[in-house]
């Protein structure tokens, strides 16, 4: 995937979020991260209040979702409406939780944005990534956010390098991207629209849209009968 491939425009169907403002006025998608928080307290405040319930500072909840008491939430949070959110799931802040998505049972998110209809159900943890429109993660598998050797995290394309200025940052999955169960997406990654990645795979760098990422070094392109 080169750098041109990797624009937001390039990914994500940005009419599948509420953050679509906060989208438009960025170019790569992992600028985005150190302004989920910021952002969601300036669109809670607009949020209208007979459409969601207002929770502490800076939690908003859309009256449709049913939350579990198990359930719990750091500051900083919009659930959207019609969203799932289920047993022991831990929303740790900065977090976007799109229309008709899915946290599921001991799943947990730290800055993120979910795009409408996300399905992150079964032990998964999500950190300072964004997930497209659709995209689902297998049970278990999980987006790695930093470095082993703690320096900041670099996107790496084709055609070079990007440096992101970002110690932390996981994953970017385009929309309708699949990912297998017990999975793990490096720091850094970055995976184009329409992309299946195999079970228990560990993923780096990136993987162009359309494709079946099979194990490092073999992808093979999606034929028109595996996309239907």
Request: with cysteine.
């Amino acid at each position: 995937m080169k750098k041109e491939d990797m624009q937001i425009q390039d990914l994500f169907d940005t009419s599948h979020t509420i953050a679509k403002l906060l989208f438009e006025r960025n170019t790569y998608p992992w600028e985005i991260l150190p302004k989920i928080g910021e952002y969601i307290t300036s669109l809670g405040a607009l949020l209208p209040e007979d459409e969601y319930n207002r929770m502490g500072k800076s939690i908003w909840i859309h009256k449709s979702v049913k939350m579990p008491p198990t359930a719990c939430l750091a500051d900083n949070v919009i659930i959207c409406k019609g969203a799932q959110i289920r047993h022991c799931a831990f929303i740790r802040g900065n977090v976007i939780v799109g229309e008709g998505a899915v946290v599921g049972n001991s799943c947990e998110l730290k800055n993120v944005i979910l795009f409408d209809g996300v399905q992150v159900p079964h032990y998964n943890y999500v950190g300072d990534s964004i997930l497209g429109y659709k995209s689902h993660m297998g049970a278990g598998s999980i987006t790695s956010n930093v470095k082993s050797d703690k320096t900041l995290v670099k996107v790496h394309a084709e055609d070079g390098d990007i440096e992101t200025g970002l110690k932390k940052f996981g994953a970017i999955l385009g929309d309708f991207v699949e990912v297998g169960c017990g999975s793990v997406l490096n720091p850094g990654t970055v995976i184009g629209p329409k992309s299946n990645i195999y079970p228990l795979s560990s993923v780096r760098g990136c993987v162009d849209g359309g494709c079946i990422y099979k194990k490092q070094g073999e992808v093979a392109e999606k034929r028109e009968t595996e996309e239907a």
